[in-house]
């Protein structure tokens, strides 16, 4: 059966090809969601407490203060070792890196590796996510999940922060699709919510009582409780199983490469995205059936 022209329009956008090309330039912005949120967040706490100590300040005019403006559209993109502007043409996700041979065009200081990589990354995800669903609008809200993953894991990975400004819009934007009928059955998003937020914060407060140390952060809690309600109630379990084999082993490897930052911690958020994108990929049915729930 030959399709209409907006469904062969569809069918050509949500394609595989086309949504991995979509995934390089969004991966090139989610770059600098992980590098620029986490000195927004720190600039907007600064301001706050100031207000709460009854400090006088103003962030959007002191000059010291090199991130007043920040946001994440503006200023223009630069080199953090010489302010070089990035020109559009060094810019376009891979193929400017490439081309620049991995350095700055302008002071030949090396850029980042990890640039390409979320933009590759990202790519392989969406185009991950078109092979799963196919040409479908449910595709778009997937991909818009992974996309929320793959920051939050960088930034993690980088700050141990999880923002709230992420994790709680995207517990509420897989009720809301639930809700609506675009995931999965309602019941089952709601007691994932719920079975994720509590079944870490069970394990922080034991830790703690336990040890009188803080195991985990608040966030992680969030995040499980968002992974619960796009994947449901019986994903909740595979996924911390799953987070803390891979966070176990990565750990430890890095432990005996001695590369553990100060303080001997390893971010448990970059594992719980990586193992909610997993049982994403690897279908509920499978995993329970690994698990002989099924």
Known sequence: MGFSAPGALLEALLSVPMMAMFGLCIGSFLNVVIHRMPLMLE???????AELLGVKTDISQDSQDTHANLTLSKPASRCPHCGHVIAWHENIPVLSYLHLKGKCSNCKAPISARYPAIEIITAALF????WKFGAQPVTALWCAFVAVLVALAGIDWDTTLLPDNLTLPLLWAGLLAS???WTIPLSAS???????YLSLWSVYWLFKLVTGKEGMGYGDFKLLAALGAWLGVSMVLPVILASSIIGAVVGVAMKLNASLREGRYVPFGPFLAGAGLAVLFIGAPRVM????WA
């Not at 600039?43 to 407490?49: E, N």
């Not at 185009?127 to 078109?130: I, K, L, P, R, Y």
């Not at 709601?190 to 994720?196: P, Q, R």
């Not at 059936?289 to 002989?292: A, E, I, K, T």
């Open 43 to 49: 600039r907007d706490w600064k301001h706050d407490s």
């Open 127 to 130: 185009g991950a996510v078109a």
């Open 179 to 181: 809700a609506l009928g």
């Open 190 to 196: 709601v007691w994932g919510a719920i079975a994720g």
């Open 289 to 292: 059936g690994w698990l002989g």
